[in-house]
């Protein structure tokens, strides 16, 4: 069984800083790719940022320049840094990851339960 941890959201002017943790556990053989998703009420989740296990990057065209993300292998762990932030960015921010349990084994996907990000204006 795998268990995926968010924690660092909370309330926030706009023009701050918030950084989230996303922490993978269990019988994980590899996580190849962590990635932030958000759901705003009454919204479809989306992709907020992603990073591959190489260190490459991705993210959505509404964060770029003011979220970053980063992650430790050796601990399982993606960050979410954002700066900047804008009551737009309020929703439940969620981390997925996609690990192999075994070498060369299939790959599968794992949600965490979300953290709330509250920007106000």
């Known amino acids: 069984q795998v268990h995926v941890v968010e924690s660092g959201g909370g309330l926030v002017q706009a023009g701050e800083s918030l950084r989230l943790s996303c922490v993978a556990s269990g019988s994980i053989f590899s996580v190849n790719v962590m990635g932030w998703y958000r759901q705003a009420p009454g919204e479809q989740r989306e992709l907020v940022a992603v990073?591959?296990?190489?260190?490459?990057?991705r993210f959505a065209d509404s964060v770029k320049g003011r979220f970053s993300i980063s992650r430790d292998n050796a601990k399982n762990s993606a960050y979410l840094q954002m700066n900047s932030l804008k009551p737009e960015d309020t929703a439940v921010y969620y981390c997925k990851v996609i690990v192999r349990l075994i070498v060369d084994g299939p790959q599968y996907q794992y949600w965490g339960q979300g953290t709330q990000v509250t920007v106000s204006s």
């Open positions: 990073i591959n296990s190489d260190g490459s990057t």
